[in-house]
């Protein structure tokens, strides 16, 4: 007797560096019965997400033109590369990631007839603090994404209270957390404490060095508390902007730029774990700054209440997050 076909799943994505996004498409790529799935990913340029997927043998599809920003020319390019990819895979499933590949890639798995269309939101966009016309365009770029998708994934109780207001998309959100793998392994920490004087108590954060993450509030308040020591674990595009603001206030001996590190490398490095943020979905870095047992100072957006307010860590396990979405692909 012949054993059933693998179900195809195909993986969108916008960009290729590594943060949440990019790390729930990467635990789920990997993470998903082998004997069940065939599963490859199209993302939009080159970097650690790429990578890593090459390491463990999954098929790659690079996108041309899908990016954040907003542009026609840029747009139609990326749509067309997405439609041919979709097309070229011919998956039973695609699971689209952020909001640009959400919404171009919705229009094409349509156009295709795809039989299973999967929307995660990793945080509304519509929900961040911006001029209200960008607000307008988010809110309705994210209703026909959601309006075009079987299934849409929240990943934290304010994103699905925010999600049921869409007009006939209730029904289709379901809360599912990130999840990781416990018990989390951690390295010595040792690069952050040989970086700051023996016994110098240090908060350290940990994330993409950008405005949303506002890494800006911990570097103000070092400045306004001499006793304090921050470590800044990262890269971005606001790189520049720290380095400047950390030598403009005369902090280099207190506040350092470490560059990216995974996390779990350096979380014995932090005496405090922060998490300035003024959006998340739901943290990777917080779950495990969590499961290290670190005390947390944390602005309570996206699902971080959900984290800090957790009982246990058994809601947050990737086990379950895999499990979970699983039942969506059918």
């Not at 799935?37 to 033109?65: C, D, N, R, S, T």
């Not at 026909?144 to 849409?152: C, D, I, K, Q």
């Not at 020591?229 to 790189?239: M, S």
Request: glycine letters at 10%; proline letters at 4%.
């Amino acid at each position: 007797m012949e054993s059933p076909a693998k179900k195809k799943i195909l993986f969108v994505i916008t960009k290729s560096n590594w943060g949440g996004a990019q790390r729930y498409v990467y635990d789920l790529a990997t993470s998903l019965p082998k004997e069940q799935f065939e599963v490859a990913v199209a993302l939009g340029g080159i970097g650690e997400l790429q990578k890593k997927l090459h390491a463990e043998g999954i098929p790659v599809i690079h996108l041309k033109g899908v990016q954040r920003d907003l542009s026609v020319s840029a747009d139609a390019s990326g749509f067309l590369s997405l439609y041919k990819a979709i097309r070229f895979y011919a998956p039973d499933v695609v699971h689209l990631n952020s909001s640009k590949a959400g919404g171009l890639g919705a229009v094409a798995a349509r156009l295709l007839g795809v039989p299973r269309v999967i929307f995660t939101a990793h945080g509304w966009p519509f929900a961040e603090k911006k001029s209200t016309v960008w607000r307008l365009f988010a809110l309705l770029g994210s209703w026909a994404t959601a309006l075009l998708s079987h299934a849409v994934i929240v990943v934290s109780k304010k994103e699905l209270l925010l999600g049921k207001r869409m007009p006939f998309c209730g029904a289709k959100m379901h809360l599912i957390h990130n999840g990781i793998r416990l018990p989390l392994s951690l390295g010595s920490g040792e690069k952050i404490r040989s970086a700051f004087p023996r016994g110098a108590h240090i908060t350290g954060t940990v994330g993409e060095l950008t405005r949303n993450k506002n890494q800006i509030a911990l570097i103000e308040q070092a400045r306004k508390n001499p006793a304090m020591y921050v470590a800044i674990v990262g890269e971005g595009e606001d790189h520049l902007y720290l380095k400047k603001k950390i030598e403009e206030y005369d902090l280099t001996a207190r506040v350092k730029l470490f560059g990216f590190i995974f996390a779990n490398e350096v979380l014995r490095g932090f005496d405090v774990f922060a998490l300035p943020s003024l959006k998340e979905g739901l943290p990777y870095v917080l779950l495990e700054a969590r499961a290290a047992g670190l005390p947390i100072s944390a602005n309570r957006v996206g699902g971080v209440g959900d984290i800090v307010d957790a009982k246990d860590m058994s809601d947050f396990s990737l086990e379950q997050m895999v499990r979970k979405t699983v039942a969506l692909y059918r």
